[in-house]
């Protein structure tokens, strides 16, 4: 029997226009439609898709649920069982694709059912242009140029090595997943001078995007889908 195969599928960073023909085909081609989805609202790589990739009757969906409660991720025992499900579709000869937002292997979750699988069955990967590059293109500041270095640090980091890592000199940075993290990245930031350098944008490409100096937004906690740019 021929077995199925899964693709992680990158659907860009939300203008449902940022999707590659290459996604837009495989989404239209495959058997079952994966994403993830939060277990308090809904999903945003899902939602992208909405507009120009209408699903047909012959495609079913299948939503993995991840609990947002933070001590909790990655949830392991989601993935394992999201993992066997996808995997019995596939020994009938399924192909699945999963849709991720952004680029699947830049901090997606695809890799955690790419991991489980891919020594099995076929997994593919086809890259989605990422939050990183929907931020320059918004803020219009390109993200590093010549020989200077580009540092991509993640919210939750320890305070201590963030700041560590901020003093690099001729690096330009891009601080992901700033949520709850926000007044620490501050606190980094006016330790290492950079404070005055860093863009913050909240759900860059979409019609409800915010771009706004870091030092202007006073909200203790950002959204999720926020980032931040420093440039040198
Ligand atoms: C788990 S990571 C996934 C990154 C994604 N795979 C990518 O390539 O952009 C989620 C983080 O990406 C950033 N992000 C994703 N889409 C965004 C958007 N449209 N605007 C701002 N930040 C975004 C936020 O920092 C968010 O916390």
Same mark, same amino acid.
């Given at each position: 029997?021929?077995?199925?195969?899964?693709?992680?599928?990158?659907?860009?960073?939300?203008?449902?226009?940022?999707?590659?023909?290459?996604?837009?085909?495989?989404?239209?081609?495959?058997?079952?439609?994966?994403?993830?989805?939060?277990?308090?609202?809904?999903?945003?790589?899902?939602?992208?898709?909405?507009?120009?990739?209408?699903?047909?009757?012959?495609?079913?969906?299948?939503?993995?649920?991840?609990?947002?409660?933070?001590?909790?991720?990655?949830?392991?025992?989601?993935?394992?069982?999201?993992?066997?499900? !996808?995997? &019995?579709?596939?020994?009938?000869? #399924?192909? $699945?694709? %999963?849709?991720?937002?952004?680029? +699947?292997?830049?901090?997606?979750?695809?890799?955690?059912?790419?991991?489980?699988?891919?020594?099995?069955?076929?997994?593919?990967?086809?890259?989605?242009?990422?939050?990183?590059?929907?931020?320059?293109?918004?803020?219009?500041?390109?993200?590093?140029?010549?020989?200077?270095?580009?540092?991509?640090?993640?919210?939750?980091?320890?305070?201590?090595?963030?700041?560590?890592?901020?003093?690099?000199?001729?690096?330009?940075?891009?601080?992901?997943?700033?949520?709850?993290?926000?007044?620490?990245?501050?606190?980094? !930031?006016? &330790?290492?001078?950079?404070?005055? #350098?860093? $863009?913050? %944008?909240?759900?860059?490409?979409? +019609?409800?995007?915010?771009?706004?100096?870091?030092?202007?937004?006073?909200?203790?906690?950002?959204?999720?889908?926020?980032?931040?740019?420093?440039?040198?």
């Amino acid at each position: 029997m021929i077995k199925g195969q899964i693709t992680g599928v990158g659907v860009g960073p939300g203008d449902p226009d940022l999707i590659t023909l290459k996604a837009m085909k495989a989404i239209q081609k495959a058997d079952i439609i994966a994403y993830p989805a939060p277990d308090n609202g809904v999903s945003f790589a899902r939602q992208i898709i909405e507009k120009n990739i209408p699903l047909h009757s012959g495609q079913s969906e299948y939503k993995i649920t991840i609990p947002m409660r933070i001590e909790r991720f990655p949830a392991q025992e989601i993935y394992d069982q999201a993992a066997n499900d !996808l995997a &019995a579709q596939m020994e009938e000869g #399924k192909n $699945i694709v %999963v849709l991720c937002e952004g680029d +699947p292997f830049f901090y997606g979750s695809f890799m955690y059912l790419h991991e489980r699988l891919y020594k099995k069955f076929r997994s593919t990967i086809i890259p989605g242009v990422s939050s990183v590059m929907a931020l320059a293109s918004v803020t219009q500041s390109p993200l590093c140029e010549r020989n200077e270095l580009l540092t991509i640090i993640p919210g939750p980091l320890d305070e201590d090595l963030m700041t560590a890592q901020l003093q690099e000199e001729k690096t330009a940075y891009v601080i992901m997943k700033v949520g709850r993290h926000i007044e620490k990245i501050k606190r980094c !930031l006016i &330790a290492t001078n950079r404070l005055d #350098k860093a $863009i913050y %944008v909240e759900r860059a490409s979409l +019609p409800n995007q915010k771009i706004l100096p870091l030092s202007a937004v006073d909200e203790g906690n950002a959204p999720y889908f926020s980032i931040i740019q420093v440039r040198i």
